[in-house]
C-alpha cells in the first residue's frame, strides 16, 4: 500500500484538512498516477457537504484528475511510465451489462463505480483526486494528447465530457442553433466545444456580466436571462439547448425558446424536480431530456477533440490550502471559470 497526502471532508460541516489516504497495492492491470492537478467540480461540493446523501467520512473528492503516470501493473499494455494521463467521475463498472458493452459505462446497469464515494476492487470506499496519487484500473484511464497543458485538462474530464457528450449525441454543428444556459465551469466549455463543433452559439445567463469572455470563447450571441424581452426575442430559436445551471429554473420559459424538434438538455441537477407543462412540449414536437458525463471511449474522443481544436479549460490553479475558499467562491459564481488545485502542496 501506498500512503500518500490528500484534503479530506471529515464531517458535512468542518472545511476539508490535509490528512492521508492508502492506496492499494498495484494490480496486473493498475495504474498509479503522480496526480498533478485536480479540479474543484461543483459534486465535490455537493458531496462533501452531504447534501446528495450522506457521504462515508473522511471522504477525499475530486473527480477531474491530471497527472502522469509512475508505476504500472504487469499486464498493462495501454499506458508506460511517463505517459500524461487523466481521471474522470468513474473508475469502473461492470463491463458485462448491454450499456457497458456499448462504451456506456456511465449508464452501468449494474452501478458504476465513482471515483470518489464508491466501493472500490479492494472493498475499500474510492478516494478521488485531491491527493498526490491515485490508482486506477487502465481501463479507466484516459490519455492526455500533448496539446493540452496538464491543468488546463483537469476540468475536461468533468465539466468536459459532460458538456461534450450531449452535444455530440444531439449533434451540435453547423447550421445547428445550440443555446447554453450559464456561464460556470460547464457552461464556458460547452461555449467552447459546441463552437468548435461548428454549431451557432447562443449563452443564456442571468446578467450579461460575462458577455465578453463568453463572446471570446466562441459564443455567437449572448442574452441575460433577467431581461424578460429575451424570451420573446428568441422564442422558438435553438435545436438544442443545453442547461448547465442546478438552480430551479422556469423550465416552460426555456422549452418555449426550442424550434420544432429542438432538445433541451438538463446536465446540472437541482435539488428540487423541475415542472415542465405537457403545452411547452405538444406544439413543437420538443424533448426534454437529461445527459450523464460520458463513457470511457467518449472521454477519450473528447480529449483529442480538444487536442485538435486547441480547446482546454479557463482555469485558476491554486494551492490545497484555499480549498475551503475556493469551495466558498464557487457557490458565489466567483470563478472564472474553474479552480484547479495544484497537486503538490497536498
Ligand atoms: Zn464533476
Ligand atoms: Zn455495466
Do not use: C, F, I, S
Given at each position: 500500500m501506498l500512503t500518500v497526502n490528500a484534503y479530506a471532508a471529515t464531517s458535512a460541516t468542518e472545511p476539508l484538512a490535509p490528512t492521508t489516504i492508502e492506496r492499494r497495492d498495484l494490480g496486473p492491470d493498475d495504474v498509479l498516477i503522480d496526480i498533478r492537478f485536480s479540479g474543484i467540480c461543483h459534486s465535490d461540493i455537493h458531496t462533501a457537504r452531504s447534501e446528495w446523501g450522506p457521504a462515508r467520512y473522511p471522504i477525499v473528492v475530486g473527480h477531474e484528475i491530471a497527472g502522469v503516470v509512475r508505476e504500472v501493473g504487469s499486464a498493462v499494455t495501454k499506458f508506460a511510465v511517463g505517459d500524461r494521463v487523466g481521471v474522470g467521475c468513474l473508475v469502473d463498472s461492470c463491463r458485462e451489462c448491454d450499456n457497458c458493452r456499448k462504451g456506456l459505462e456511465q449508464y452501468c446497469r449494474n452501478g458504476s463505480t465513482g471515483t470518489y464515494g464508491g466501493v472500490g476492487r479492494d472493498g475499500e470506499p474510492t478516494q478521488g483526486g485531491y491527493s498526490q496519487a491515485i490508482v486506477v484500473t487502465e481501463d479507466f484511464v484516459l490519455r492526455i494528447p500533448d496539446g493540452i497543458e496538464l491543468d488546463a485538462a483537469a476540468p475536461l474530464l468533468c465539466a468536459g465530457i459532460t458538456t461534450y457528450s450531449p452535444l455530440r449525441h444531439w449533434n451540435a454543428g453547423p447550421g445547428r442553433r445550440v443555446a447554453v444556459i450559464g456561464m460556470g465551469g460547464l457552461g464556458h466549455m460547452a461555449v467552447k466545444l459546441a463552437h468548435a463543433m461548428g454549431a451557432e452559439v447562443t449563452v443564456l445567463s442571468q446578467s450579461l456580466k460575462k458577455r465578453e469572455d463568453g463572446l471570446r470563447l466562441g459564443a455567437d450571441h449572448y442574452y441575460a436571462t433577467s431581461d424578460e424581452d429575451t424570451f420573446t426575442t428568441l422564442a422558438g430559436s435553438f435545436d438544442l439547448i443545453i442547461n448547465t445551471v442546478s438552480a430551479t429554473l422556469d423550465m416552460d420559459a426555456y422549452l418555449?425558446?426550442?424550434?420544432?424538434?429542438g432538445t433541451l438538455v438538463n446536465v446540472g441537477a437541482p435539488e428540487k424536480p423541475l415542472s415542465v407543462h405537457a403545452f411547452s412540449l405538444i406544439p413543437a414536437r420538443r424533448s426534454f431530456a437529461g445527459s450523464n458525463i460520458g463513457g470511457i471511449a467518449e472521454t477519450q474522443e473528447m480529449l483529442d477533440f480538444c487536442a485538435e481544436h486547441g480547446l482546454g479549460a479557463e482555469i485558476e490553479v491554486i494551492p490545497a490550502e484555499k480549498i475551503n475558499e475556493a469551495y466558498e467562491r464557487v457557490l458565489a459564481s466567483d470563478v472564472r471559470y474553474r479552480f484547479v488545485i495544484d497537486a503538490s502542496t497536498f
Open positions: 418555449r425558446l426550442l424550434a420544432v424538434d
